[in-house]
């Protein structure tokens, strides 16, 4: 099982940009997948989850400026961040039941 996660960058406070986990080796369509970030110096921590059904949960602070959503056509799960903030930087995860992807770094600054 591969978890690969892409789409950060650089983007100015306000800005967005959209994360993409691409899944393989599994069956995708039937698992829920979470995003976690990790800002520096800080614990991991939960971002925002979607069931198989396409129900959606979200960390206090992302509410309203994020979306996840996923496509089991193509094994994918996004997270669009809009409205981005200082403290939004870090390395954000994808996670699948014990399968972690290797990280895609969000940098917010101006």
């Known amino acids: 099982v591969q978890l690969q996660a892409s789409g950060g960058g650089l983007v100015q406070p306000g800005g967005s940009l959209r994360l993409s986990c691409a899944a393989s080796?599994?069956?995708?369509?039937?698992?829920?997948v979470a995003w976690y970030r990790q800002a520096p110096g800080k614990q991991r921590e939960f971002v925002a989850s979607?069931?198989?059904?396409?129900?959606?949960n979200y960390e206090d602070s992302v509410k309203g400026r994020f979306t996840c959503s996923r496509d089991n056509a193509k094994n994918t799960v996004y997270l669009q961040m809009n409205s981005l903030k200082y403290e939004d930087t870090a390395v954000y995860y994808c996670?699948?039941?014990?399968?972690w992807g290797q990280g895609t770094l969000v940098t917010v600054s101006s």
């Open positions: 080796g599994i069956i995708f369509s039937t698992k829920s």
């Open positions: 979607i069931t198989s059904r396409g129900s959606t």
């Open positions: 996670n699948m039941q014990r399968y």
